[in-house]
């Protein structure tokens, strides 16, 4: 019989890959654990430490933290938890394909991230083209493919630090975004992060040098490559252009919120959120606040990429949105219809809370969709109209509260491309009625005439799209075919 002799040396690295489930070359480079790694959210650290998980461990040098970083990105192993204690991380733009891990700080005003330095993208971004390596969009914080999560920190861009890049032949004196998740099969979970941008005009209020907060993008038109999972939870969005943004992204599993405790925070903002050609997929927007967009709390638009191949379904549930002067509190365009195809969107917006000062034209716009519920939401305060239907049919508008909302022209308007609608209104509400064989309910529908300009700002609608290219936000008018 042949004795085996244990070498102890092999044995206590084969005991460390047993405990924490990585290689051991994966402690290359890690800090030692002291007494202050302790305050590692057990929430998070520890749940995935039970599973095996490795810890690496970053503290801020007070430099260029970039390097250092960009490592610890590149080099985690599958599941692996990269813990950024309490300080300032000065980082330029790093881009990073294939992380699965977790990037988690001590906490949203504990630990931040921020430009080392001016931000400055030599080449011409091709935003009509997906970010990679060689084409990497001017972002903070890039990531393609894997499964990133991000927990506990501040992502932020001073007031004294400038940006810039170019695309379409163009310079733009801001940072394209703050966080990018990118390609084809990944996934991503971000919570208790805040995306702060500095206060002033770009190019009106809601955010002077940061274009979008948090931008997911992904294969448009493929189920084989289905953009994945997505969860954005308890977030805040502050002086930013474009808060929450997706699209053109195909088969994708949103969540924004989700659940009471999970609602995210939008405030000095342009656009809340903001989705573009998002094909066969599954959107759930609930529970958030947002507070006084320039432009819409949010804007959901199909056909601007092309023809999406699948339909999608949005629940926009239990937000709270207010809106003082901006056009809407929710945007919904389908341009496949106006072009004469068939609605790609399906849209269910139940129990919202809007609270309208004057806004200039309807707190809910739906424009090209059918089969639409807008039911049980309350509006308040003062505004043009409360709803607003164009080029839309079979759709259920009922039982929304608007007692407490004083339109100065009518609580919800039919358009004359309208048509088979079915409307349960309020005795005192005020439904003005130009389509088709519509039903209404509970109130007599009158035959009143817009405001002139109105008319036109709602119509134009219909024949124009203002396409936002990813994330330069250049606007191209140009009339839909």
Not at 99 to 111: C, N
Not at 300 to 328: D, K, R, V, Y
Request: glycine letters at 12%; one cysteine or more.
């Amino acid at each position: 019989m042949k004795t085996f002799h244990l070498n102890p040396i092999p044995w206590f690295l084969g005991m460390l890959l047993l405990i924490f489930g990585c290689e051991p070359e994966a402690f290359t480079g890690f800090s030692v654990p002291t007494d202050e790694d302790t305050d590692v959210p057990e929430d998070v650290a520890g749940f995935h430490l039970s599973k095996g998980s490795c810890v690496t461990y970053l503290s801020p040098s007070g430099r260029d933290d970039t390097g250092r970083l960009r490592e610890a990105l590149q080099n985690a192993k599958r599941g692996e938890l990269i813990y950024l204690r309490p300080g300032i991380f000065r980082i330029q733009p790093i881009f990073v394909t294939g992380f699965d891990g977790y990037l988690v700080g001590a906490g949203m005003e504990k630990t931040i991230i921020e430009p080392y330095g001016d931000i400055s993208f030599p080449m011409d971004q091709d935003f009509l083209e997906y970010a990679s390596e060689e084409n990497p969009y001017a972002f903070l914080l890039s990531f393609s493919g894997g499964g990133v999560h991000l927990s506990q920190m501040t992502i932020r861009m001073p007031e004294n630090i400038t940006a810039s890049f170019s695309a379409f032949g163009d310079v733009y004196d801001a940072l394209g975004g703050l966080v990018l998740i990118t390609g084809e099969r990944i996934s991503s979970s971000i919570d208790h992060v805040k995306f702060q941008g500095a206060t002033g005009n770009f190019p009106a209020p809601g955010g002077k040098n940061v274009i979008n907060g948090c931008y997911i993008e992904a294969a448009i038109n493929h189920p084989n490559g289905a953009s994945g999972k997505h969860k954005i939870q308890s977030c805040v969005f502050d002086n930013i252009y474009s808060g929450a943004v997706a699209g053109p992204a195909g088969y994708m599993d949103y969540t924004l919120g989700g659940a009471p405790q999970h609602g995210n925070l939008f405030t000095n903002v342009y656009l809340g959120v903001e989705l573009t050609d998002v094909p066969g997929s599954r959107l759930e927007i609930t529970h958030n606040t947002i507070i006084e967009p320039v432009l819409d709390a949010i804007n959901w638009q199909h056909g601007i990429f092309g023809t999406p191949q699948a339909p999608s379904q949005l629940l926009f549930s239990e937000n709270n949105i207010e809106i003082a002067g901006s056009p809407t509190a929710g945007f919904f365009r389908d341009l496949v219809k106006l072009r004469g195809g068939s609605a790609t969107m399906k849209l269910n917006y139940y129990s919202n809370h809007i609270k309208m000062t004057d806004t200039e034209w309807a707190g809910v716009a739906v424009v090209g969709l059918d089969h639409t519920n807008v039911v049980q939401n309350s509006f308040s305060g003062t505004g043009y109209t409360g709803i607003y239907l164009n080029t839309a049919s079979f759709c259920r508008i009922s039982n929304n509260r608007m007692r407490q909302l004083s339109p100065s022209f009518a609580s919800i308007w039919l358009r004359p491309a309208t048509s088979k609608n079915y409307i349960t209104a309020g005795e005192t509400d005020i439904v003005v009625d130009e389509g088709t064989d519509n039903t209404i309910i509970g109130t007599t529908p009158q035959k009143m005439k817009g405001l002139q300009d109105v008319e036109q700002m709602a119509d134009g609608n219909l024949h124009l799209i203002s396409v936002t290219v990813l994330g330069n936000k250049k606007s191209y008018i140009k009339p839909i075919q």
